[in-house]
């Protein structure tokens, strides 16, 4: 004789792993076949039935014998396609725009990775007291600190500065013209 799926919900909410395991293995293939209906996709589906599966233990609690097994799982599978529904709305409203941010934030970073490939090209051009002066103050020391640095004023420093500015302008120039 065999027992009905009802008794064996009874006992599942009971903490009897046999009959969970048994009613599992009675209506798997079912659930699966339904979260597939309600999903459209494989791998939504095994989500899903998996999701319910693990959750199943603690909703049996629920289950009142008022209405098959069957009917019972129907209605805690449509309520978590709907619960995860839910959750991806709510996951792509929150991320909205993200993707455009992230292009933006990836030609920005291109963008600079260009100017500094540039920029490190072109001071290989400068002479080497102009090119060390940059340097310095490119790697955030003030004028004096580069000055007290290289043994040379803070003037000498702004001059450089300035000079080195004057050329690097020069070459973009001749680099756009040509």
Same mark, same amino acid.
């Given at each position: !004789?065999?027992? %009905?799926?009802?008794?064996?919900?009874?006992?599942?909410?009971?903490?009897?792993? @046999?009959?969970?395991? %048994?009613?599992?293995?009675?209506?798997?293939? $079912?659930?699966?076949?339904?979260?597939? $209906?309600?999903?459209?996709?494989?791998? *939504?589906?095994?989500?899903?039935?998996?999701?319910?599966?693990?959750?199943?233990? +603690?909703?049996?609690?629920?289950? @009142? #014998?008022?209405?098959?097994?069957? /009917?019972?799982?129907?209605?805690?599978?449509?309520?978590?396609?709907?619960?995860?529904?839910?959750? #991806?709305?709510?996951?792509?409203? +929150?991320?909205?725009?993200?993707?455009?941010?992230? &292009?933006?934030? /990836?030609?920005?970073?291109?963008?600079?990775?260009? +100017?500094?490939?540039?920029? /490190?090209?072109? !001071?290989? /051009?400068?002479?080497?007291?102009? #090119?060390?002066?940059?340097?310095?103050?490119?790697?955030? !020391?003030?004028?004096?600190?580069?000055?007290?640095?290289?043994?040379?004023?803070?003037?000498?420093?702004?001059?450089?500065?300035?000079?080195?500015? #004057? !050329?690097?302008?020069?070459?973009? *120039? &001749? *680099?756009? +013209?040509?």
């Amino acid at each position: !004789m065999t027992t %009905s799926d009802e008794d064996l919900a009874f006992a599942a909410a009971n903490g009897d792993r @046999q009959a969970f395991s %048994s009613l599992l293995d009675r209506h798997y293939d $079912r659930l699966f076949a339904f979260c597939f $209906r309600l999903t459209g996709a494989r791998a *939504e589906a095994e989500d899903l039935t998996q999701d319910i599966c693990a959750a199943l233990p +603690a909703k049996l609690g629920s289950y @009142q #014998r008022r209405a098959k097994v069957t /009917t019972w799982l129907y209605k805690v599978a449509v309520n978590a396609a709907h619960d995860r529904r839910r959750r #991806r709305a709510s996951y792509t409203k +929150a991320t909205e725009g993200w993707g455009d941010w992230e &292009m933006n934030r /990836t030609a920005a970073i291109a963008d600079t990775n260009r +100017a500094v490939d540039w920029l /490190t090209m072109a !001071m290989r /051009t400068l002479p080497e007291d102009l #090119r060390d002066t940059l340097a310095l103050v490119l790697d955030d !020391m003030t004028h004096a600190q580069a000055g007290d640095i290289l043994g040379v004023s803070e003037g000498t420093v702004s001059w450089r500065i300035s000079e080195a500015k #004057r !050329m690097l302008r020069a070459i973009k *120039e &001749m *680099e756009d +013209a040509g």
